[in-house]
């Protein structure tokens, strides 16, 4: 009963802490985190965190071009062609 209470008080204040952040805090924890996994060769993950922080802003263009180079890694080179796209800091501007 205690570590069930323990468990359900950690989850609480996690998930606060969670709804306390700022889209911009979200999003570069999941770009980080993505940087971390890509730098360990963890491409699936890094793909996860990396589709995560584009949710919150589809215009990052650093998250884009990673996702680019992720995407290389792992094979997927169709879907790699629309996230070089999205990194192109000159379609950026115009829209």
Avoid: H
């Avoid at 700022?22 to 491409?43: D, G, I, P, V």
């Avoid at 215009?59 to 062609?81: D, H, P, S, W």
Wanted: hydrophobic fraction near 40%; aromatic fraction near 18%.
């Amino acid at each position: 009963m205690k570590s069930a209470l323990k468990f359900f008080f950690i989850l609480v204040v996690f998930c606060f802490v969670l709804g306390c952040q700022s889209e911009q805090e979200k999003k570069e924890s999941f770009f980080n985190k993505a940087n971390n996994y890509y730098a360990q060769k963890e491409y699936k993950k890094a793909e996860i965190e990396l589709k995560n922080a584009i949710k919150i802003d589809p215009k990052f263009i650093q998250a884009n071009y990673l996702l680019a180079e992720t995407m290389v890694k792992l094979g997927k080179f169709k879907r790699c062609f629309w996230y070089v796209f999205q990194s192109c800091p000159i379609r950026s501007r115009q829209q």
